[in-house]
């Protein structure tokens, strides 16, 4: 059966390196995965109250059912002063609540942070990572993927540079090794 990987784009931009980044990932998948784009510009902020009074937000609700069923989540990050974007992080606490029902466990995940800084928002994939231990979320080691440096990898026509693209065939061909091993 084709496996469903959940791809979330920490920044909401329109013209996003990471979102471009990940719609070539979602272009690379070998047969037998799928991408599947989750939104999470949409979700209201998280407040702990609305689980305990059973006032879930219909966004929030549609969003723990788009990732429950999925088989793996690949995170595509920006750096925001050195840590993951607020939209990213209030994604991952509302999947993780209420208290016992989080989507995220064994979820085997992919870390890809993408900046023009040069040292490819080291800082955002980490602390990315360390919530992903949190959560229960079994993730790729190697090769770390800090895509730094990406305006000058990406031509004035969206085409990502074939040296950057052939780097993320080898990411995902340890993924995959990575998830079958996992689920052997
Ligand atoms: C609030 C904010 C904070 C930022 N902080 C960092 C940072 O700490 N490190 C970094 O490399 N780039 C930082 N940047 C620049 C982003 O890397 C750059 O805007 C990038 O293009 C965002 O990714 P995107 O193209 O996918 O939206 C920051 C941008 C914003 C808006």
């Known amino acids: 059966m084709t496996k469903k990987i959940g791809f979330i784009v920490g920044s909401l931009r329109t013209a996003s390196y990471n979102k471009k980044v990940a719609e070539k990932f979602a272009e690379l998948l070998p047969a037998g995965f799928e ?36 088989d793996g989540i690949f995170f595509f990050t920006p750096e925001y002063n050195r840590s993951v974007p607020a939209a990213l992080k209030n994604a991952l606490d509302v999947g993780s609540r209420p208290y016992g ?23 955002a994939n980490h602390h990315l990572r360390q919530s992903l231990v949190f959560l229960d979320m079994p993730t790729l080691q190697q090769p770390e993927a800090y895509i730094g440096g990406i305006v000058n990898l990406v031509d004035e026509n969206g085409v990502i540079a074939e040296g950057t693209v052939n780097f ?13 091993k996992l689920k052997a």
Do not use: C, H, M
């Not at 784009?37 to 788009?66: H, K, M, S, T």
């Open 168 to 180: 993320f065939r080898t990411i995902i061909t340890k993924y995959v090794d990575f998830y079958n």
């Open 101 to 123: 029902a989080s989507v995220w466990g064994g979820k085997p995940a992919l870390v890809v942070s993408v900046s023009p800084g040069g040292i490819g928002g080291f800082g």
């Open 35 to 70: 991408a599947e784009f989750i939104e999470i510009g949409n979700l209201p902020l998280y407040n702990e109250d609305l689980d305990a009074e059973n006032n879930v937000p219909v966004e929030w609700q549609a969003f723990r059912d788009q990732v429950a069923p999925l």
